[in-house]
């Protein structure tokens, strides 16, 4: 079975501007009028915003450890079956995954190889010149599986740069199609965990038309249609993802809640089931005539402040926790907790549902899959229920009441080594820094 045709747009190593890249192309041909269709490797709240700004339709995310060969298939199916190009953008490095078998690692080449998608590789050639065919070369050996069709030059320094670099991609016999210079006008703002939000950028539009003109400048757009391959499946495409934690799902939404995975969301409407968003930075409290409250992460360390001063919201979660489960991930886990100390050092009261108090002023990154195993009922499932995610976090928790018979999960990491207990379950109330992508 094949469907649309479709790219992975990759690089050797993160700081590329394989999203810039990714992006410009998107419009660019949205712009052309094709049915264009974004796709992010990995696990990435951030990106698939931007493709879907950029589009004008939703991105999925895929990731080749966290899910099921059936549930990367029936994702694609659903994109590339409504779609005339899929261009789909890697993470970090080409083959950066975790160790496990060829084709679980979580590495954007697992994806590639998958769905028969040519790679199109970004390259920052600052600092060298014909040294840079040494790297594609070994891209395009490293893994038989996949297939690099061409490379993108970026970050090139004038046109004698640009033919230095040209002559030892002919050595290899690899097509470069297109050279961008260096810009820092097309950069996007960044903060901790990523760029700014799609829905926080500024002139966001505006700036998708400047790299989509840029694009369209640099690269030879025609020619890298022509490279794409239709995207190859095997199975039916009906996987089940997440089942909703109920009919009625009352959603914080807004800038301080905001990391959903498209995937999720449109799981829970495909299995019937209703979401109602509301705003705690609006003093919103969760809808009651919903029958579960979901609090996702986001950035409440930069709202603490207004959320400690939402009254409405914080009165309406506790009552609604009082006979209804509420669930909170990361962000909404640090909101469920006593109180979250902010980057200047204020520590500000939050919902007081879980015996648990965070800071951000003492940063320290955690990030990595996580494989949970369910100690109780809640909101995620039945005890016993594996489920498996990631962690991606600098707020540091300070204080806590950890034990089994309160604890939301058992940890291990990608390679099933222990990493204790996490979270915290008490009545109706579960939540952790863990952030859940698929049944396992």
């Known amino acids: 079975m094949s469907v649309a045709p479709g790219l992975l747009i990759a690089a050797p190593r993160s700081g590329s501007g394989k ?72 993470s970090m490095g080409l083959f950066d995954g975790i160790r496990q078998e060829t084709g679980r690692t979580g590495a954007s080449a697992d994806i590639a190889a998958l769905f028969g998608w040519p790679v ?43 033919r230095l670099v040209e002559d030892g991609m002919a050595r290899i016999g690899l097509p470069v199609l297109g050279a961008m210079t260096r810009n820092t ?20 539009d505006r700036r998708l038309e400047r790299l989509a003109d840029a694009v369209e400048n640099s690269l030879d757009i025609d020619r890298l249609i022509v490279l794409a391959r239709p995207t190859r499946l095997h199975g039916t495409g009906n996987a089940k993802p997440l089942p909703p934690p109920g009919q009625r799902i009352a959603l914080a939404s807004d800038k301080a809640f905001s990391f959903v995975y498209p995937h999720v969301l449109s799981g829970w409407r495909a299995a019937g089931a209703e979401i109602v968003p509301f705003s705690p930075l609006a003093d919103e409290p969760p809808p009651e005539d919903c029958d579960v409250c979901w ?40 909101v469920l907790g006593r109180s979250l100390e902010d980057g200047d050092g204020n ?15 003492k940063r320290k990154m955690h990030l990595g899959y996580r494989v949970a195993h369910l100690l109780g009922d809640g909101a995620m499932g039945r005890v016993g229920q594996r489920l498996v995610g990631h962690e991606f976090h600098y707020a540091a928790v300070t204080q806590s009441d950890p034990s089994r018979e ?3 999960a058992a940890i291990t990491d990608a390679e099933g080594n222990a990493l204790g207990l996490a979270g915290h379950r008490i009545g109706h109330v579960t939540g952790s820094f863990f952030h859940v992508i698929a049944h396992g």
Do not use: W
């Not at 709202?303 to 962000?331: M, N, S, Y």
């Open 185 to 204: 006008e097309l950069t996007l703002p960044e903060r901790h965990l990523g760029l700014v939000q799609a829905g926080e950028t500024d002139e966001l």
């Open 406 to 408: 309160t604890a939301f």
């Open 295 to 334: 609090l996702p992460g986001g950035y409440p360390e930069l709202h603490a402040g207004r959320i400690a001063g939402a009254k409405r919201f914080l009165d309406g979660l506790r009552r609604f926790a009082e006979t209804k489960p509420v669930h909170g991930e990361c962000g909404g886990y640090m």
């Open 19 to 90: 999203t810039t890249v990714v992006l410009g192309l998107q419009r660019a041909l949205a712009r052309r009028g094709l049915r264009v269709r974004g796709m992010k490797c990995g696990p990435d709240y951030i990106d698939p915003a931007f493709h879907a700004a950029a589009t004008s339709a939703p991105s999925f995310n895929l990731d080749s450890f966290a899910m099921s060969t059936p549930l990367l298939e029936t994702l694609a199916s659903q994109v590339a079956g409504d779609a005339d190009l899929v261009l789909a953008e890697g």
């Open 120 to 162: 199109i590789l970004v390259l920052d050639v600052s600092g060298h010149a014909q040294s840079a065919a040494a790297v594609a070369l070994g891209c395009a050996r490293f893994d038989p599986r996949i297939e690099v069709a061409g490379v993108v030059l970026n970050k090139v320094a004038s046109e004698r740069h640009r």
């Open 347 to 361: 520590t500000h009261p939050m919902a007081g549902l879980l015996p648990v108090e965070t800071s951000y002023a």
